[in-house]
C-alpha cells in the first residue's frame, strides 16, 4: 500500500513558475513508476508526465514537453513536478499516482495506476 500527499500548488501569474511535490508513505517507493495527471474544471482527467523507478525515463504530454520536468529523490520518497512558463490551460487540479508493476497502457492511462493522491490546486491568472 502506498499514501501520496501532493503539495506545492497554488496561485501563479502567467508565465510562472511553480514546483510540485508528492510524499509517498509506504513500503518500497523506490521501486514504483509515477506519474503526474491533472484534471481541469469541466474536463476529464488527462496526462501530464511519468518517471520509471530509477529515474532514467521519463515521459510528457506534449502540452507541456520543453515546461515541465518530472524527477524523483527516491532516498526522500518524493517526486516532483517542475512547471515553468505557465500558462493559463496549466490550471487544474494536479494529481500524483503511482503503480508497482507498468502496463502496456502505462503511462498515459490513468487505468494504469493503483496508487492515487489528493491533488493540488494550480491556477494560472492572467
Known amino acids: 500500500q502506498v499514501q501520496l500527499v501532493e503539495s506545492g500548488g497554488g496561485l501563479v501569474q502567467t508565465g510562472g513558475s511553480l514546483r510540485l511535490s508528492c510524499a509517498a508513505s509506504?513500503?518500497?517507493?523506490?521501486?514504483?513508476?509515477m506519474g503526474w495527471f491533472r484534471q481541469a474544471p469541466g474536463k476529464e482527467r488527462e496526462f501530464v508526465a511519468a518517471?520509471?523507478?530509477?529515474?532514467?525515463?521519463?515521459y510528457y504530454a506534449d502540452s507541456v514537453k520543453g515546461r515541465f520536468t518530472i524527477s524523483r529523490d527516491n532516498a526522500k520518497n518524493t517526486v516532483y513536478l517542475q512547471m515553468n512558463s505557465l500558462k493559463p490551460e496549466d490550471t487544474a487540479v494536479y494529481c500524483c499516482a503511482a503503480v508497482g508493476q507498468p502496463r502496456s497502457t502505462w503511462p498515459k492511462s490513468s487505468g494504469a495506476y493503483a496508487y492515487w493522491g489528493q491533488g493540488t490546486r494550480v491556477t494560472v491568472s492572467t
Open positions: 509506504g513500503r518500497a517507493f523506490s521501486s514504483y513508476a
Open positions: 518517471i520509471l523507478w530509477s529515474g532514467t525515463s521519463t
